[in-house]
RNA sequence: CGAAGUGUGGCUCAGUUUGGUAGAGCGCUACGUUCGGGACGUAGAGGCCGCAGGUUCGAAUCCUGUCACUUCGACCA
């Protein structure tokens, strides 16, 4: 990738500090602030309106699938928690605990919710009786809270937003593919809407969620080498159903456990916006999920007509459909430019006394920051047409990052100095044991199993770690 | 939870070693001049120095405790 000019210096440069600069672009893109809690963010107007964005294209794709939406409570009953054994084991460390109502302690602890499924569970063993009752294919929007000990804006926080997606079925069969449509719709959201090229699989044993038989995987990778696991979709069988007691009686009068599915996308993925787009200027959002696609900044706007021949145009496209605002603060024009490229906002238009004797205007793409003279008739259609462009532009300048970041390796000093030289994703066979896993880990330096793809490539017969008979091909990454 | 660091106007920080009337830059407000890549002048507003104790004639500064945030590790969407 090319080096970028700089024009502000409060933004540290992506390349020489990727943690500071991804703090710095979070504040200057005003995202989010801190609290007094730790890992507890205040989303700000520009943060949230971006979760906005992602709640109604995503809300509208899971409706396209039959999903309705509910709402559970915050609080779940510590007995309530504890009916399933892997699902308790794996979030006891990291959840809250209510203990007082008022002044009185409670009879019982509660939990906040650290993700709802024994809400769920608990609610439809009480509910379903019937194969007529069947599915149910639920999700609800809200917030969960989980102990984290280490805790960063977007990426990792105590409390987060998200969506949480819960089915039940009368057959494995139909359960399954629930779970895997569930990983293609945020695969196709994802890239699609957000231009983020996936890697999309399996997780491994060690890996999955807590309590589910097959967790399903998108990853992304970062623009520092790091994967991010962007959405799971988790297959749970009937485990859940059996622990809660989730039973139907079918036609034949004869009594079914439910086969059960939960997935879920959180505020996370606004994180992976800021670190697969954005560069040195700040945040660049990519057009379909942009809630402000373009700023009118009007050039000498003390200038005769300036200013109403600015508000005139916003006014068009605004008809159009467009979201567009305009900066009309007396504020100096590249000053007015560095802000728009701080809120990664994917053009804006300048227009000036020149623009105007012309009949034209400038479009100023946020990511090339190439200049486009539009005539000001043409400027409807020619701005779909640019941020189109620039959506997929977007998409395949990532793909083509991460096509370069992927790499295999068939033995351990290979994948060792591949992934210690630029990260990334690196495929390599497996025996399926976890001390290998573990040992892979330890070994190059934190590449742990991102997924196991449905697509799988023989690279050799062998496990890379052990010698013994490979059983999966397998992405290792270094993850967030 | 381990290790390190930091809390002083909205922001970034100086002042703490050696106790003596709270500082700078940026931002903010008003007016004027500017305006195609973070313009400039003039005049202003704004802080019981994270919190609670203690030592002292006197504490941002020393002592004790406490809370929070940041970064790095182990755990995790």
């Known amino acids: 990738m090319a080096k970028e000019k700089k024009f502000v210096e409060a ?171 569930m990983q293609k719709v945020y695969r196709d959201f994802i890239q699609e809407s957000l231009a983020i090229p996936l890697i999309a699989g399996k997780k491994t044993e060690s890996e999955k969620f807590a309590g589910a038989e097959d967790t399903y995987t998108v990853e992304a990778l970062m623009h520092d080498g790091k994967a991010l696991q962007a959405a799971t979709s988790h297959f749970f069988g009937s485990g859940f159903a059996d622990a809660f007691g989730i039973n139907y009686l079918d036609k034949n009068n004869e009594l079914h456990s439910v086969y059960e599915t939960s997935w ?24 379909r999920i942009a809630p402000i696609q373009t700023r009118v900044i009007p050039i000498a706007q003390h200038k005769e007509g300036v200013l109403e021949k600015a508000a005139e145009l916003m006014g068009t496209l605004k008809a159009a459909g467009y979201s567009v605002n305009i900066d ?61 462009t620039i959506q997929k532009d977007m998409f395949d300048r990532a793909k083509k990052f991460l096509d370069e970041h992927i790499d295999t390796a068939v033995a351990m000093e290979e994948m060792i100095s591949k992934f210690q030289a630029k990260g990334g994703f690196i495929k390599a066979m497996w025996c399926g044991c976890e001390e290998c896993e573990e040992a892979i880990k330890a070994e190059t330096g934190g590449a742990s199993s991102r997924c ?19 059983k999966h091909m397998v992405y290792w990454g270094k993850s967030y």
């Open 328 to 388: 009309d603060s007396d504020k100096s024009p590249g000053w007015k430019f560095s802000e728009q490229e701080m809120l990664g906002i994917p053009t804006r238009i300048e227009i000036g006394p020149k623009d105007i004797e012309n009949n034209q205007v400038v479009v100023v793409r946020r990511d090339t920051r190439e200049k486009i003279v539009v005539s000001m008739d043409e400027i409807t259609d020619r701005l779909g047409d640019i941020l189109e």
């Open 264 to 287: 879920g996308l959180s505020t996370r993925m606004i994180g992976g916006i800021i670190m697969v787009h954005g560069d040195d200027s700040g945040l660049v959002m990519p057009p």
């Open 11 to 181: 933004i540290t440069s992506r390349d020489e500090d990727f943690a500071q600069w991804y703090t710095d672009v979070v504040s200057k893109a005003a995202l989010c602030d801190y609290s007094g809690v730790k890992g507890c963010m205040v989303y700000l107007p520009n943060g949230y309106a971006i979760w906005e964005k992602i709640q109604a294209d995503l809300d509208k794709r899971f409706k396209e699938t039959g999903v309705e939406n509910v709402y559970l409570p915050v609080l779940i009953p510590e007995s309530l928690l504890e009916k399933e054994k892997d699902h308790i084991e794996g979030f006891a460390p990291e959840v809250a605990w209510v203990t007082m109502g008022g002044n009185e302690p409670l009879q019982e602890r509660m939990c906040i919710r650290p993700t709802s499924e024994t809400l769920f569970c608990e609610h439809w063993s009480r509910t379903v009786q019937s194969y007529r009752d069947l599915p149910k294919v639920w999700n609800q929007w809200c917030s969960v809270l989980r102990w984290e000990k280490t805790t960063r804006p977007f990426l990792r926080s105590r409390e987060f937003l998200w969506q949480e997606g819960h089915t039940i079925h009368a057959t494995y069969e139909e359960a399954e593919e629930r779970t895997i449509l």
């Open 452 to 470: 196991i793809p449905a697509e799988q490539e023989h690279l050799s017969d062998t496990c890379i770690y052990c010698g013994k008979p490979a």
